[in-house]
């Protein structure tokens, strides 16, 4: 089991630098981050961050576009 902690984004989508802390964080206290934000007319979006992702692998996994 896995202590999991939540993290909520400055912006609409995360930046590269939240993104990289997220991993930083999951790495260095061996935790899973939950990494949330929100779009508007659109909700809630969020990821779970596991110590051995990579960047590119979660950066991937975002949503490029956003429906209304």
Same mark, same amino acid.
């Given at each position: 089991?896995?202590?999991v902690k939540e993290y909520l984004c $400055?912006?609409?989508t995360p930046s590269d630098e939240e993104i990289k802390d997220c991993i930083? !964080?999951?790495k260095e206290e061996d935790c899973v981050v939950k990494m949330k934000w929100f779009f508007p007319h659109n909700g809630w979006h969020e990821r779970y !961050?596991?110590?051995d992702m990579t960047f590119e692998e979660v950066n $991937?996994?975002?949503p490029t576009v956003y429906g209304v």
């Amino acid at each position: 089991m896995k202590l999991v902690k939540e993290y909520l984004c $400055d912006n609409r989508t995360p930046s590269d630098e939240e993104i990289k802390d997220c991993i930083r !964080i999951a790495k260095e206290e061996d935790c899973v981050v939950k990494m949330k934000w929100f779009f508007p007319h659109n909700g809630w979006h969020e990821r779970y !961050i596991k110590k051995d992702m990579t960047f590119e692998e979660v950066n $991937d996994s975002l949503p490029t576009v956003y429906g209304v």
